[in-house]
């Protein structure tokens, strides 16, 4: 059923928003470069089940890859800061997508297709529903622990939380680790349901999108980045007849947002 279709990729999206909110909106750590761990994760599950693995096997090996490489980049963040984090970020996710568009392994332009579906329609909807559900607990244990206030230190000032004692190096390392392997999580469920991905959709047009979808709806919070996904994924959805100029209506609403209402639409209300 396409209402199942589109609830899917609406829950699989406000994964990778949840997950981005632990890296951005916990932990302050500005990144443009998301989507390369979702299709990260997405190309992991391709490659491993059209070679005949299991995907409930090959899903755990996408997630470990994608937070191994966030691991590395969590490395990197630690001399960089704001707009050169930024760049950095961008420029991974370009490598990203131009190993999986050149490297043969990964079937060039034409992407993998014919990834194997485990599970029919409704129980892949469930298991995505599921998947949600705990991502969005394990986001709000987060926040309300310990390490969700050593993360929220770090983003208020790295200098203060330093001086109080916070180990900034091991919490901004843990931020990338777990929000991207969160978005590894989320990309195997994407390759598992959809069955055909291509390096054009996970670049950096997605990476902005996700960002977009984590500002308006709200930093920080735990419904934000859910109500992001919802109302720009399905806007996405209901106005694909423009989608040339997505990025465009984005990018407006998201500054008619930073300027009016800059803490989100549930900033301060959840």
């Not at 579906?117 to 394990?138: D, E, H, K, Q, Y």
């Not at 000032?157 to 843990?174: P, Q």
């Amino acid at each position: 059923m396409y209402s199942i279709t589109v609830l899917s990729l609406l829950c699989i999206y406000a994964i990778v928003a949840i997950s981005l909110n632990l890296v951005t909106g916990l932990a302050g750590q500005v990144t443009l470069g998301h989507a390369a761990f979702f299709g990260i994760g997405a190309y992991a599950v391709g490659f491993l089940t059209t070679r005949g693995l299991p995907f409930f096997l090959a899903w755990p090996v996408g997630v470990f890859i994608a937070a191994g490489l966030g691991l590395l980049l969590g490395g990197i963040s630690l001399r960089l800061r704001e707009d050169f984090l930024a760049i950095a970020t961008i420029g991974f996710n370009f490598v990203v997508v131009a190993a999986f568009l050149y490297l043969p392994y990964f079937g060039g332009a034409y992407g993998i297709s014919g990834i194997p579906r485990p599970l029919g329609n409704t129980w892949f909807f469930l298991l995505i529903l599921v998947s949600t559900l705990a991502v969005m607990w394990l986001h709000e244990h987060v926040r309300r622990s310990d390490l969700g206030l050593a993360l929220m230190s770090l983003r208020e000032s790295e200098l203060a939380a330093e001086t109080l004692g916070v180990d900034v190096r091991r919490f901004k390392i843990t931020a990338f680790v777990l929000g991207t392997g969160i978005a590894g999580l989320a990309g195997g469920l994407y390759a598992g349901y959809i069955g055909v991905i291509r390096p054009e959709d996970f670049g950096f047009p997605l990476s902005v999108t996700f960002l977009a979808m984590v500002a308006v709806g709200g930093m920080g919070t735990l419904w934000g980045p859910v109500a992001g996904a919802f109302l720009l994924g399905g806007f996405a959805q209901a106005f694909a007849f423009v989608y040339n100029y997505q990025l465009v209506l984005y990018g407006l609403l998201l500054a008619l947002i930073m300027r009016y209402r800059p803490q989100g639409l549930l900033g301060r209300i959840l």
